[in-house]
């Protein structure tokens, strides 16, 4: 599917579901990788992933559309366009939009490890496990105000 027949799309989408005219920039970004689509305010362009499309299909890809729809009416009308607003949610079942896009497979042991990084005071002993690499000449223990020595933790990604 190509950007052109994708905006197409989505008009045809805001007409039937919602009954107000889509009139702003509808497109594939194919740099997506953690969500199905995003809205953006200043523009009021929507971007959608391709591989949902090739992933799950046009039911599913719809349902994306249609959740991106949902802010972009409610913010263009001044409305609680956030997830968390009451109205966001209350047209977003009533349209029938997916609150979350399904994981991309081959996405889904990306995360299984939150760890990867342990501090360890050289004085107690105490473990500070981290998800990000940092320098640990930088902090101290936070029991004894020992020095931190910085090591790998579980399997590396």
Not at 28 to 48: A, C, D
Not at 52 to 81: P, R
Not at 84 to 90: G, M, N, V, W
Request: some cysteine; glycine content about 10%.
């Amino acid at each position: 599917m190509t950007d052109e027949q994708l905006q197409a799309w989505v008009e045809e989408i805001s007409l039937r579901s919602f009954g107000l005219p889509f009139r702003h920039e509808a497109r594939f970004n194919r740099r997506l990788r953690s969500t199905g689509g995003r809205y953006f305010m200043k523009s009021h362009h929507i971007e959608i992933n391709p591989a949902q499309l090739d992933a799950y299909g046009v039911e599913e890809v719809e349902k994306i559309i249609k959740h991106e729809l949902c802010h972009y009416h409610l913010h263009i009308m001044g409305g609680g366009y956030r997830h968390r607003d009451p109205e966001f949610k209350a047209l977003l079942s009533r349209v029938g939009g997916s609150r979350y896009c399904q994981s991309l497979p081959g996405e889904q042991g990306r995360r299984t490890l939150p760890y990867r990084y342990m501090l360890k005071c050289t004085s107690c002993g105490m473990e500070y496990l981290r998800k990000r690499r940092v320098d640990p000449r930088r902090y101290r223990c936070g029991k004894c105000s020992g020095s931190l020595q910085l090591s790998s933790y579980g399997q590396q990604n």
